[in-house]
C-alpha cells in the first residue's frame, strides 16, 4: 500500500488516549512509507494523525471543500491540500486515491465515512483493505451491532471478513498489507425482475 486515507474526528474525545494513538498512526504510516491521505484539517483527531505523520518524515495529502476550509481550518503545512467542491467530491476523491482505508473514533462524520467504504466494498466497487482502530473500546457497540445485523439476517457474514480491527495502529497497517479482497459474485437485486 503506498497510501492510505484516515478517516476520523475534527475533535479529540474524552481522553488523550485517543490522540496517542492517531499519533502512532500517523508515525506508523511515515515509517513504513505511506502516504496519509484525510480531510486536510489541522484539528482534532485529524490534526494529530496528521502532526505525527510530518514530523516523522512522512507526506500527507488533505482532501477539503471550500466551504470547510476556515470552519475546520486548514492544515498549513500540508505536502498538498486539494480544495474541492463538495462533501461528495471529498469522499470520492479520498477514496480514488486510496490503497486503503483506516478508521480511528469519531463521530458521525466518521460513521458515515465507514460504512459508505463498507458499503462500497460489498458492492464491489473497490477491492481495498478498510481498518478500524479500536481505541479503547471505542468501536465495541459499532462491532456488536454488526454481529447483530449479521443474527437478524441483514448483513451476510462474509462480509465481516472485509473489516481488520486491531487497537494497535502498526499491526493494524501490518494486517491491512496482508488482505486478500474476497470474489463476490455482481451485486444482485432480489427484486430486480419485479
Not at 508515525?27 to 502532526?51: D, F, K, P, S, W
Not at 470547510?68 to 469522499?91: F, G, N, T, W, Y
Not at 486503503?100 to 477491492?127: N, S, Y
Request: charged share 25%; hydrophobic share 40%; proline share 3%.
Amino acid at each position: 500500500m503506498k497510501r492510505i486515507t484516515i478517516y476520523c474526528g475534527s475533535s479529540s474525545g474524552r481522553t488523550s488516549l485517543y490522540e496517542t494513538e492517531a499519533k502512532k498512526l500517523g508515525q506508523a504510516l511515515a515509517e513504513r512509507g505511506i502516504e496519509m491521505i484525510y480531510g486536510g484539517g489541522a484539528v482534532g483527531m485529524m490534526g494529530v494523525a496528521a502532526n505525527a505523520c510530518l514530523e516523522a518524515g512522512g507526506r500527507v495529502t488533505g482532501v477539503m471543500p471550500k466551504m470547510l476550509q476556515e470552519r475546520e481550518v486548514a492544515h498549513p503545512m500540508l505536502d498538498d491540500l486539494i480544495i474541492v467542491d463538495s462533501m461528495h467530491e471529498r469522499k470520492s476523491r479520498m477514496a480514488d486515491m486510496a490503497d486503503g482505508f483506516v478508521v480511528l473514533p469519531g463521530g458521525a462524520g466518521t460513521m458515515e465515512e465507514f460504512f459508505e467504504i463498507f458499503t462500497w466494498a460489498q458492492l464491489g466497487l473497490h477491492r481495498k483493505s478498510i481498518g478500524v482502530v479500536n481505541i479503547n473500546e471505542f468501536y465495541d457497540p459499532l462491532l456488536h451491532m454488526l454481529d447483530h445485523m449479521v443474527k437478524e439476517e441483514f448483513l451476510h457474514e462474509s462480509y465481516l471478513g472485509m473489516i481488520q480491527i486491531a487497537q494497535d495502529p502498526g499491526r493494524l497497517i501490518d494486517t491491512m498489507e496482508q488482505y486478500n479482497a474476497p470474489t463476490f459474485q455482481r451485486y444482485v437485486n432480489d427484486h430486480e425482475d419485479d
